[in-house]
Structures are given as C-alpha cells and as structure tokens.
C-alpha cells in the first residue's frame, strides 16, 4: 500500500496525531482508528492494477531528428473505476533532454470493464533500436488517501533510422546526372561510353566524334553523343571498425559515412546502377545484396540503423576477401573509412593490389574540421603551437593520400558536412570519363 500526499496533507493540518510517522501500520491504527479505516477502504476501493491489459500500436521506424507516436491501449477488466497515474518507461535517449517526464506520464480514469488509450510522443537522439521497458501504474482510491502499484511489461520497438541530411545535395547532382546521361538540350561531348544518338555538328566538337557514314548519308556533318554505363556494380563498405567511432564535430565518422553512403546510393540507382552495401571490421556487421532499385535505399537505411562501432582493429584482409566475394564482376568498391597513416599502412595497402586488379576502388574519408581551425589559429603561443600540430596533421594524411592514388585509388577526404557531396561528386567524375 502508498499512502498519497493527500494522507500527507491531513497529518500536517493535524488531523493525525504524531503517532502516524510510525513505520508500521499497527502503529498508525493504534493511533487513529476512523482515518485509518478510511485510508483501508480507500485502498480496498482502488481499481486493482496486476489484472488491467495492455496492448501497443504505433511507429515501428523513425528518423533521427523525427517524432515517434506509440499509442498504449489500457484495459480495465475489474469491477472497479481506475483512476490511475501511468508512466511508459523507454531509455533515456529516446526524448529530449528534459522532456522525458511530460512525455512519459499519463492520467488515467478509466470505468469498469472499458479501455482507453494514451499516446507517447517519442524523440529519440541516437540511432538503433529502443525498446520499451516497463509501464507502471499507481491506481487510487476514490478518496485520494491510498495507493496500489504494480508494473507490466508491454514490449514494443522503435527503430530509429540515419537522418540523410545529405539529401539537400541530391537535385543538384541529379541535374548533373542528366546532362551526363544526354537527357538535356544541352549534350556533353565526349563522355561516357555508351553510344546515344546524332545530333548536327557546331564548333568546338571534338572532330572523333564526327560519324563519318551518317555524315555521307545526310548534307550536314554529324556526330555521336555518348552516355555513361548502365547497370554497373558498385559496392559501399563502411569500416566500423575502431576509428569509425571517432567524433568528429558532433557525430561518429561512422554516421557522417552512412550519410554520404545513402546519398550516392541514392544517385547511382537513379544511374541505372546497381548499389549493394558491406559493413566489416573482424566479421561482417551488415549486408544488403540484390536489391530491386526501388527497394535498396530503404534497405540500406534499415540495415544501417542499428551498426554501432566496434572498438576493434579492422582485419584488413578479411574486409577485402568478403568484398571480392560480394563482388565478382568488375565493380566500383567505395571504401568509407580512415584516412589514418597506420591503419592504411599496416592493412589497407597491402590488400590493395587484390582489389585494383579487378575493380576501381574510391576510398572516402572523413577530415575533421577543428584541424582546419587549429591550423588557421594565430596570436598566441599556444595557437602557434596548434596550428603548427595541426599542419603536421594535414601533411601526414596528404602524404597517405598520395601512397593511395599511387596504387590507382580515387581518394576523397572531406569534412563530415561536406563529405557526402564530395563523394557523389567523385562518382560523376568516374561515370564521365568512362571508368564507371
């Protein structure tokens, strides 16, 4: 049994004697008997709470960012009125800071043998599943004087999905796509190499693209117009191995590389590309394979959604094997992943050559943007020495840059804002000078 703050109330305006502060209830009816009673009945007279029902419906999948209805369906199978107070317990990063106690509480009075349903708004702040752990409810008393509680545990799971805030960039580089692809009035002469159509030669063309046999079939000179490749193969790795969990303004690398992994997957299947997805550090955390293209970007985001990092080294060597598997034919291989001297030293260019002979292979990583600050910093002894730090910083990972474009590897390194852009970019490029 609780006794309420009413029961509280009554002791401080005097209506019980001091005696009521014992702790046992023996002592309390010694004290004052009719109160007591009232107290008792009012106990006797609350709803019970282990027999009510519950039942869940609402969002399964949201956005980071996004809010979250999970309605909570309560049942009263007793004789008796509830009038309850309810809290639908979820992990602390399921709302705002500061809004889980208005968010998760809930009035109840509810008549016998009805249901009435309640709705928790949800607005998670990380990623990955969160699951409902317990309702408790605390039934009273018509009189207020006396409480029952109990708990139940009501299952239910959110999956909290990757924002794509890189989606802003997708017109723009879809735009680009189009005049690559010849959609446009105005052709692009000379890229890509699938053969589109004919169109009158003006000034400038390149003259190896003068058709010769369709020029003799007709008075005005001719010339073809080239369109990148369809249905090429490209595989997206995303490492989560230790350095994935590194922070970098205010998110893990690995959150800024799934955002730019869903832009260009968005872009490349609007290419006529075909986007299959590994995430790998010792073993495989993840994998989307042959996907429709009007389902892969929405498996990707759910495979996506729960990968955490792993504070592990990444077997190098293992990734690149379940990359090739996962890659038979000639392919793009986009390696999201550090820019880091040793990790690139020790594991990733060893296991190059395997991967160089056979496909083209982009490595996108994440820079951080406070190293950039750093060494712009002047004015003070101490900004003097971050800047020189910071610029040893820049050189070392030019330098591992270089060891990479060395063995034929495509290399972006871009801040987390501008990284997805910066990759899809690179995608074009490679699609317009026919290496895609």
């Excluded at 002979?357 to 490595?363: S, Y």
């Excluded at 190293?371 to 820049?394: F, K, L, N, S, W």
């Amino acid at each position: 049994m609780a006794l309420t703050g009413r029961t509280a109330l009554l002791a401080a305006l005097g209506s019980l004697p001091v005696g009521i502060l014992a702790p046992s209830w023996t002592g309390l009816l010694a004290v004052n008997a009719p109160l007591s009673l009232a107290i008792l009945c009012d106990y006797a007279l609350a709803a019970p709470v282990r027999t009510l029902q519950f039942t869940r419906s609402g969002d399964t999948t949201v956005r980071l960012g996004d809010g979250a209805e999970v309605q909570l369906t309560v049942t009263n199978p007793s004789r008796r009125r509830l009038r309850a107070r309810l809290r639908d317990a979820w992990p602390p990063s399921s709302w705002l800071t500061g809004t889980e106690h208005a968010a998760s509480r809930h009035t109840l009075d509810i008549p016998a043998g009805e249901r009435r349903r309640v709705t928790t708004l949800l607005r998670p702040t990380r990623r990955g599943d969160r699951r409902a752990e317990r309702v408790t409810v605390r039934s009273y008393g018509p009189l207020g004087l006396a409480a029952r509680q109990g708990n139940h545990h009501v299952p239910w799971t959110v999956r909290v999905l990757p924002p794509f805030t890189s989606r802003k960039h997708l017109p723009s580089r879809l735009a680009r796509l189009r005049e690559l692809d010849g959609r446009t009035s105005v052709l692009t002469r000379g890229e890509g190499t699938e053969f589109d159509s004919l169109r009158a030669y003006v000034p400038g063309d390149d003259t190896r693209s003068i058709d010769w046999r369709a020029t003799a079939r007709q008075s005005a000179v001719a010339v073809r117009t080239w369109r990148p490749e369809r249905d090429r193969h490209i595989l997206l790795v995303l490492d989560t191995g230790r350095t994935s969990a590194g922070r970098v303004g205010d998110v893990p690398r690995l959150d800024a590389a799934m955002d730019a992994a869903l832009l260009l997957t968005a872009l490349a299947t609007r290419a006529g590309d075909r986007v299959d997805l590994l995430a790998h550090d010792r073993r495989t955390r993840a994998q989307v394979r042959g996907r429709a293209a009007g389902e892969v970007l929405s498996a990707m985001v759910t495979a996506m959604a729960p990968l955490e990092p792993e504070l592990v080294e990444t077997d190098v060597r293992s990734l690149s094997a379940t990359a090739l598997a996962s890659a038979p034919r000639r392919s793009l291989i986009v390696l999201l992943t550090s820019l880091d001297a040793a990790p690139v030293e020790e594991g990733l260019l060893p296991a190059l050559p395997q991967l160089t002979q056979r496909h083209t292979v982009l490595v996108a990583a994440v820079a951080d943007p406070h190293i950039e600050e750093m060494a712009g910093a002047r004015g003070t002894v101490d900004a003097v020495y971050e800047a020189a730090a910071a610029a040893q910083a820049q050189a070392q990972r030019r330098r591992t840059a270089e060891q990479l474009q060395r063995h034929g590897v495509v290399v972006v390194d871009a801040t987390p804002d501008n990284l997805a852009p910066a990759l899809a970019d690179a995608y074009l490029a490679l699609k317009a000078a026919g290496r895609l």
